[in-house]
C-alpha cells in the first residue's frame, strides 16, 4: 500500500463552507471511492470542482482517477487494515463499479457512509439477484431461468425456446460471458463457454432500440432524472448514445416512472442507470440497472445543465440536486481501442467536446475516451440513423 497520512489535508472549513443541512458534507470533505477506472476519474474532476477531495482505493496505481485524485491507495479490495486506515482519511466512501467484494462494502459501512450501499450493491452485482428483485417489485423484465448446470440450461430452454441468451450470473460486462442460443447450438459448448457455473438464460426479446434512464436520488428520497438515451451498440459495446431517445413522451413518461421505482425500492443515495429495451409493441422490458454513474450518461457533461458526475458528487454528499435540464441535442460516441487516434480531428470540431481518459495502452474492445457531439435543441428528432455498420458516419455527419 501506498504511504498515505492517517487523515489527508482538508481544505480550512470557513463560516461561507458549512452548510444549513447538518446531513451534508461541506466543501474541503473528502470523497472514498472505490476503483481506479474512468467513472471514478470523471467522478473526482466532478468532485474538485464542487471543493471535495478524492481518496481513491485500488489493486492497481497509476489508474485513470489516480491521476485526478488528490490521494492514491493501492491495496487488493479484501485488505482489511488498508481499508480501516482508507474509511479514516474520508468522510462518504462509494464505488465506480460493481464487482467488489460484499465484505469489504460490510466493513467500510461500520466505519463511514458508504453511498449507495450494500443492498444496491448485492443487486447489481449478480444478474439472477436482480431479476428476481426486478419481479418481485413488479419491473417489466424479459422471462428467463436460472442455470447451474448443462442439465438446467437444457429445462430452460424447453421453457423459453430459442433464440435466448445465456449469462454469467456475476462478472460478466460488455458481452463478456454471454452466449447466443439458436437451435442448432451446442448446449454442452455454450454452457462451457459462459464461462462461469451459475448463469440466467434470458428469452431473446426482439426490441426496437435500447435506452438507458439514470436518475439521481439524495438521502432525503429528492430525486432528479435525466431524459432517456437511446443507446446503441457495436461488437456487444456501448458505441453511440443519442439524447434524447427517438421515443414518444408516454414512452418518455413511462421510462422515467419505472427508474423511479428501482430507486426506491433500493433507497438509492447517488446515481442509478438503468437499461431497458423498447419492444415492437412499444413497451418497456428492464434489462441491466447500475448503482453508480454509467457510459450512456457521459452526453450529460455537455448537454445537460449539470452532468451525472456532479450529480452524482451531490447526492453522495447530502448537497440539493441540480438541474437536469437539457440544453442540446447531444451524441455521445465512445472511443474504443485505436480509435483514440482520432482525437486530433476531434479537436478541429466546432461542436465536439473531448474526453480522454488518460489509459497510457489502447486495447482492442478498451474504452480510451468519448466525444459528445452537441446540437440544437431538436435537431435529432428526425430520424438520422438506423441501427447499421454506418451508424457512426450517419451520426458525425
Not at 418518455?252 to 442507470?273: F, M, P, R
Request: charged letters at 20%; glycine letters at 8%; one cysteine or more.
Amino acid at each position: 500500500m501506498l504511504g498515505v497520512p492517517s487523515k489527508p489535508q482538508k481544505l480550512p472549513k470557513s463560516p461561507l463552507m458549512h452548510s444549513s443541512d447538518p446531513a451534508s458534507l461541506s466543501p474541503g470533505s473528502v470523497i472514498g471511492i472505490l476503483g481506479g477506472g474512468q467513472l471514478g476519474r470523471m467522478t473526482a474532476l466532478a468532485a474538485a470542482r464542487l471543493g471535495y477531495g478524492c481518496h481513491v482505493f485500488a489493486p492497481e496505481s497509476g489508474g485513470p482517477t489516480a491521476l485526478v485524485a488528490s490521494t492514491e491507495t493501492v491495496s487488493p479490495y479484501e485488505d482489511f487494515t488498508a481499508l480501516a486506515r482508507f474509511a479514516d482519511s474520508i468522510d462518504v466512501a462509494t464505488f465506480e463499479f460493481e464487482n467488489l467484494p460484499v465484505e469489504s462494502i460490510e466493513f467500510l459501512e461500520k466505519r463511514v457512509p458508504v453511498h449507495p450501499g450494500l443492498k444496491s450493491l448485492a443487486v447489481a452485482q449478480d444478474r439472477l439477484v436482480e431479476k428476481k428483485f426486478l419481479r418481485s417489485i413488479d419491473i417489466p423484465i424479459a422471462p428467463f431461468s436460472e442455470v447451474n448446470n448443462a442439465e438446467m440450461l437444457i429445462k430452460a430452454l424447453a421453457e423459453l425456446g430459442t433464440p435466448a441468451v445465456l449469462k454469467t450470473a456475476r462478472l460478466g460486462y460488455d458481452g463478456k460471458g454471454q452466449v447466443l442460443i439458436s437451435k442448432d447450438t451446442n448446449l454442452d459448448d455454450a454452457y462451457r463457454t459462459m464461462g462461469a457455473l451459475r448463469g440466467v438464460l434470458e428469452k431473446w426479446i426482439d426490441f426496437k432500440m435500447e435506452i438507458s434512464v439514470i436518475i439521481a436520488r439524495r438521502t432525503n428520497g429528492k430525486s432528479a432524472i435525466f431524459d432517456p438515451t437511446e443507446n446503441q451498440h457495436q461488437n456487444h459495446i456501448l458505441d453511440t448514445s443519442i439524447s434524447p431517445a427517438r421515443i414518444s413522451k408516454t414512452l418518455t413518461d413511462k421510462a422515467k416512472v419505472i427508474a423511479e421505482q428501482i430507486a426506491a425500492a433500493l433507497n438509492i443515495v447517488g446515481l442509478l442507470a438503468v437499461e431497458m429495451f423498447v419492444t415492437q409493441d412499444d413497451g418497456l422490458l428492464v434489462n441491466e440497472i447500475a448503482p453508480r454513474p454509467h457510459n450512456s450518461g457521459h452526453w450529460t457533461q455537455d448537454g445537460c445543465a449539470t452532468s451525472q458526475f456532479e450529480q452524482f458528487v451531490r447526492a453522495i454528499c447530502g448537497q440539493p440536486l441540480g438541474s437536469t435540464e437539457r440544453r442540446f441535442d447531444t451524441i455521445m460516441t465512445n472511443l474504443i481501442g485505436d480509435q483514440i487516434n482520432s482525437w486530433p480531428a476531434v479537436l478541429k470540431e466546432a461542436n465536439s467536446h473531448l474526453h480522454l481518459y488518460g489509459k497510457s495502452e489502447a486495447r482492442k474492445g478498451r474504452k480510451m475516451g468519448h466525444v459528445n457531439r452537441i446540437y440544437p435543441l431538436g435537431h435529432l428528432a428526425i430520424d438520422v440513423t438506423e441501427q447499421s455498420p454506418n451508424t457512426r458516419k450517419a451520426l458525425e455527419k
